[in-house]
Structures are given as C-alpha cells and as structure tokens.
C-alpha cells in the first residue's frame, strides 16, 4: 500500500528563519502530489500541487515545493516564515489517474516565534 | 461560492450507538470523499463516492459505510459505536475531471466523541 512520510513532528522556528519540511512517498508510478495547511481552527486547503511539468512548484503565502523522482520526495520550503505560518502541515500523495485515494502523511506541526 | 459544509459539527454519542454525518460539496463537485482525523493516525481515507457510486475504499471496518445522492450530497454512518471512533471526520469535495489531481476541498468537520 502507498505510504507518505513527513521526517519532522513539530518544528520551532523564529520568524524571519528559513523553512523546510521533508516529505517522502512510497509509490513508484506516476502520482499527484499535495501540500495542505491546517490553520488553528480552520479548515483544511490546499498550499501548492504537482501534477506533471516542472518539478518546482509555487503555491500560495510564498510557500514552495519540489518534486525530485529519483528520491520519491517533494519537500515544502519557504525562505522566510512569519509568525501568521503556525500551523499544521500535511503533505498528501495519489495516483496519477482518477478516483484514486488520497493518502496524508501524519502532519508537521510548524511554530513561529516572533 | 459557498464550501463544502458537514453537519452537524460536533457530536457526542454512547457506545453502541450508531451515528450519521452529513456533507453536501461545492456546486458542480462530483466527487466527495470522507477521512478520519486522529492525533495518534492522522488522517485516514474512509471512502470517496461518485455519481452515486462508491468508488474507492480505505482500510475500516463494515462499520463504516456511506452513500451519495444524486444531488452529490453524502453521508456516511457509524454502526455500534466503539470509544475508539472518535475523532474528527472530514469531507472533501472535487470536481473530478477525470484526472487523480484534482484538487480536494476540505469542510470544517464533524467532531464525534463518544463516551
């Protein structure tokens, strides 16, 4: 079975420092990949997606992602987190065809100090 | 454009009991999907239906089980209710152009807990 796994639980950051969270998915065919945040008390919505192109992708609140193949990762950065970033982040994987499952990882708790 | 809304938001139910959640998706989304959110397994697929039809299943047992109207709305239902139930069940709704990437719009939830 598929499988996504994001490497850190809970990140502490000072704003104004540099973001990366790790994401590794387990299927080796064509997939569609997802960044979700959950804000405290909000509902989940969607960062950035890769589908196919270039494997650098930008989303929204200048978050970014890249998709590298060779190491079935597609890791979240952001060059300079603010406080308003706290949040959960989901990276989330399906296949590339329809009414595949989408699969989470378990979520990377990020908090921002300002 | 109004979201994806689920109803009703919170829950509190015994065991043994059995429970219905209720999701109806952005206009025009034919796809709806259910998952369940835990702080020990994360979030978890349960089902996704289309146009009527269950489409794909996660790994619960028979206790879970769900439908969708052929206006799109879904619910889904919890049989027998076990302490381990509760959590928070999302619904997700996309339009599904035939392509898995769609993108999958998330409701606030529905929080069950059972005592």
């Known amino acids: 079975a598929q499988s996504v796994s994001q490497h850190n639980h809970h990140v502490i950051l000072s704003e104004a420092a540099s973001l990366e969270l790790g994401c590794n998915y387990s299927?080796?065919?064509?997939?569609?990949l997802f960044w979700y945040v959950q804000y405290p008390g909000q509902h989940l919505q969607l960062l950035l997606k890769?589908?196919?192109?270039?494997?650098l992708v930008k989303g929204i609140k200048g978050f970014e992602a890249e998709f590298i193949k060779s190491k079935f990762s597609f890791n979240l950065r952001k060059p300079s987190v603010q406080w308003s970033d706290t949040a959960e982040y989901f990276c989330?994987?399906?296949?590339?065809?329809?009414?595949?499952?989408?699969?989470f990882g378990k979520g990377t708790t990020l908090s921002v100090s300002s | 454009k109004a979201g994806v809304t689920q109803t009703p938001r919170y829950l509190i139910k015994t065991r043994g009991q059995q429970v219905t959640l209720s999701c109806s998706p952005i206009?025009?989304?034919?796809?709806v999907s259910w998952y369940q959110q835990t702080p020990g397994q994360g979030l978890q697929f349960l089902f996704e239906?289309?146009?009527?039809?269950?489409?794909n299943k996660g790994n619960f047992p028979g206790r879970f089980s769900g439908r969708q109207f052929s206006n799109s709305r879904s619910e889904m239902n919890v049989s027998t209710l076990e302490l381990g139930d509760s959590a928070l069940y999302l619904c997700?709704?996309?339009?599904?152009?035939?392509?898995?990437?769609?993108?999958?719009?998330f409701g606030p939830g529905t929080r069950l807990t059972v005592l």
């Open positions: 239906y289309f146009s009527e039809t269950q489409r």
């Open positions: 890769y589908f196919s192109g270039d494997p």
């Open positions: 206009s025009g989304h034919r796809s």
């Open positions: 989330a994987v399906n296949e590339g065809q329809a009414g595949t499952a989408l699969i």
């Open positions: 299927y080796g065919g064509t997939v569609n």
């Open positions: 997700a709704s996309k339009r599904d152009m035939g392509q898995g990437g769609d993108e999958q719009f």
